[in-house]
C-alpha cells in the first residue's frame, strides 16, 4: 500500500511540473505571438514612412530642379533592412527631407509637399507609440527569461532575450546616440 502511495505521489508531482511548464510555455508562446504582431505594425507604419519619402523625391525634384534628391531613399530599394535599420536610414531621410523643407519656400507652399510632411508628422507619433508597446512587451518577456522558475522553461525551450526597439543611432563612433 505505501508503494501504490509513494507512486501515485510521484504521478501527481509529474503531472503538477507537466502543467506548470506546459503554462509557462504557452506564456512565452503568447508573448512571442505579441512581439510579432507589434514587428508586424512597426513594419507596417516604417514601410509607409518610407513610401512618403520615396513620393516626396519627386516633389522636391519638380519645385527645386535639383536632381540628387534624398539619395538615402534611392540607395535603400536595393538593401535589405530589418526595421531598426530601417528606422535609422529613415530618421536620416527625414532629417534631409527637413533640410529642404527649411531651406525652399516655394515647397512650403506646394500642397503635395504639405500633405506629405503632414503624414510624416503623423506616423512619427505613430511609430513612437509602437515603439513604447514593443519594448513594453520586449520588457516583460525578458523579465519572464530571466526570472526562476520560468527561465528552466526558457533554457529548455532555447528562448533568448531580445533587443529593445530603442531608436538610437548607432552609426557614430559606433556609439548609441539617442535621436533628438
Known amino acids: 500500500m505505501e508503494l501504490i502511495m509513494s507512486i501515485i505521489f510521484l504521478i501527481v508531482i509529474i503531472c503538477i511540473v507537466m502543467i506548470w511548464y506546459v503554462a509557462s510555455y504557452n506564456r512565452f508562446q503568447e508573448y512571442v ?22 513620393k516626396s523625391i519627386d516633389v522636391i525634384k519638380t519645385v527645386t ?47 503635395s509637399f504639405i500633405k506629405i510632411d503632414v503624414s510624416l508628422n ?25 526570472t526562476i522558475p520560468s527561465n528552466i522553461v526558457a533554457k529548455l525551450s532555447k528562448l533568448k532575450t531580445k533587443d529593445y526597439f530603442d531608436g538610437k543611432d548607432l552609426s557614430e563612433n559606433g556609439k548609441a546616440v539617442t535621436k533628438i
Open 65 to 111: 530642379k535639383e536632381e540628387d534628391v534624398l539619395k538615402i531613399i534611392s540607395e535603400m530599394r536595393s538593401q535589405r533592412l530589418n526595421n531598426f535599420d530601417l528606422d535609422r536610414k529613415l530618421y536620416e531621410a527625414i532629417n534631409e527631407f527637413n533640410k529642404y523643407k527649411e531651406n525652399n519656400n516655394d515647397l512650403r507652399k506646394n500642397e
Open 33 to 54: 505571438i505579441r512581439i510579432n504582431e507589434a514587428e508586424i505594425d512597426i513594419d507596417s507604419t516604417l514601410r509607409k514612412r518610407y513610401d512618403l519619402l520615396n
Open 122 to 146: 503623423e506616423s512619427e507619433a505613430e511609430i513612437e507609440a509602437l515603439r513604447k508597446y514593443y519594448n513594453d512587451i520586449i520588457s516583460d518577456y525578458n523579465k519572464i527569461i530571466k
